[in-house]
């Protein structure tokens, strides 16, 4: 596996491959990587004669007082699980490369309308984050494939319209959401969890499922549902930031006219903030 951290280097052996005709998939992560992670890089590899991974842990998408500082950090151990991967380049830019003027300085990219919401609501400025630094990713590694996992539903539905909006020459592919034995969808975050909030948080999924089932037997009252799981979630001890029945394509609340839905949710344990998602189809 090769390594690099400068972006002068990752274009020498993309354009190395391109003139060997071979295509390229690219899983973009901000490190502390899981089975999740790895599951996105295992699907790469039967995509593209090449892949490349990038850790990045992305300042501009972190709100004034989220855990930039305390996001876990383990390069060491995720490049040693990428190489058993058989991943063909890790890119490790730095902050300074990346934005080398500054975040006030930079130019941004917002992608309208379906950013808003959910967790955009919630963390003012997060999808800009998120949209700036994967176009910038996209124009250094220029891949043909580019996985997402499903956790980060919003973020996958804003980064498929991004790329559609742009024109750019990339297919987008969502992988499903790794979950631990309780359900509990796998997330870097879950490592802040206590063993006893992590039984808690199982709650989550659990609440999902119930919910999917209404909808399946027929129950169209969302408003309903969604404030029977936000009960349930404060009655096991989380705080819900969000639930909501959504069109699984354009993420507006759902209507009677809907037939494919995504159930987003988000809630509070102590200080972490867990989000999960199911799609479901009626």
């Given at each position: 596996?090769?390594?690099?951290?400068?972006?002068?280097?990752?274009?020498?052996?993309?354009?190395?491959?391109?003139?060997?005709?071979?295509?390229?998939?690219?899983?973009p992560t901000?490190?502390?990587?899981?089975?999740?992670?790895?599951?996105?890089?295992?699907?790469?590899?039967?995509?593209?004669?090449?892949?490349?991974?990038?850790?990045?842990?992305?300042?501009?998408?972190?709100?004034?007082?989220?855990?930039?500082?305390?996001?876990?950090?383990?390069?060491?151990?995720?490049?040693?699980?990428?190489?058993?991967?058989?991943?063909?380049?890790?890119?490790?830019?730095?902050?300074?490369?990346?934005?080398?003027?500054?975040?006030?300085?930079?130019?941004?990219?917002?992608?309208?309308?379906?950013?808003?919401?959910?967790?955009?609501?919630?963390?003012?400025?997060?999808?800009?984050?998120?949209?700036?630094?994967?176009?910038?990713?996209?124009?250094?590694?220029?891949?043909?494939f580019a996985?997402?996992?499903?956790?980060?539903?919003?973020?996958?539905?804003?980064?498929?319209?991004?790329?559609?909006?742009?024109?750019?020459?990339?297919?987008?592919?969502?992988?499903?959401?790794?979950?631990?034995?309780?359900?509990?969808?796998?997330?870097?975050?879950?490592?802040?969890?206590?063993?006893?909030?992590?039984?808690?948080?199982?709650?989550?999924?659990?609440?999902?499922?119930?919910?999917?089932?209404?909808?399946?037997?027929?129950?169209?009252?969302?408003?309903?549902?969604?404030?029977?799981?936000?009960?349930?979630?404060?009655?096991?001890?989380?705080?819900?930031?969000?639930?909501?029945?959504?069109?699984?394509?354009?993420?507006?609340?759902?209507?009677?006219?809907?037939?494919?839905?995504?159930?987003?949710?988000?809630?509070?344990?102590?200080?972490?903030?867990?989000?999960?998602?199911?799609?479901?189809?009626?």
């Amino acid at each position: 596996m090769q390594s690099t951290s400068e972006i002068k280097s990752l274009r020498s052996q993309i354009k190395a491959w391109r003139q060997q005709g071979l295509s390229i998939a690219f899983v973009p992560t901000m490190g502390n990587l899981h089975l999740g992670h790895f599951s996105l890089v295992e699907k790469a590899k039967t995509l593209a004669d090449k892949v490349v991974v990038s850790i990045f842990v992305n300042p501009m998408q972190f709100g004034a007082n989220e855990d930039l500082d305390n996001y876990p950090r383990t390069l060491s151990e995720d490049k040693n699980g990428l190489a058993e991967l058989g991943t063909d380049m890790v890119f490790t830019p730095t902050v300074e490369s990346i934005y080398p003027n500054g975040l006030a300085a930079q130019s941004y990219v917002d992608v309208p309308d379906i950013s808003l919401g959910y967790c955009g609501g919630k963390r003012p400025g997060h999808f800009k984050g998120v949209a700036t630094v994967v176009t910038k990713l996209f124009n250094m590694v220029q891949p043909d494939f580019a996985c997402f996992g499903e956790k980060d539903y919003q973020q996958l539905q804003v980064i498929r319209t991004m790329v559609r909006d742009l024109s750019m020459p990339i297919e987008i592919i969502g992988i499903a959401t790794q979950r631990e034995f309780s359900g509990l969808a796998m997330s870097s975050r879950n490592g802040y969890l206590s063993d006893s909030e992590r039984d808690t948080a199982k709650v989550l999924y659990r609440t999902l499922t119930e919910a999917a089932d209404k909808l399946k037997a027929g129950n169209t009252d969302f408003t309903l549902i969604e404030d029977q799981a936000k009960e349930t979630l404060q009655k096991q001890g989380l705080q819900p930031d969000y639930f909501a029945i959504a069109n699984n394509n354009t993420l507006k609340p759902a209507t009677l006219d809907d037939d494919h839905f995504v159930i987003l949710a988000a809630a509070f344990l102590g200080s972490v903030r867990l989000i999960d998602n199911l799609q479901v189809s009626i």
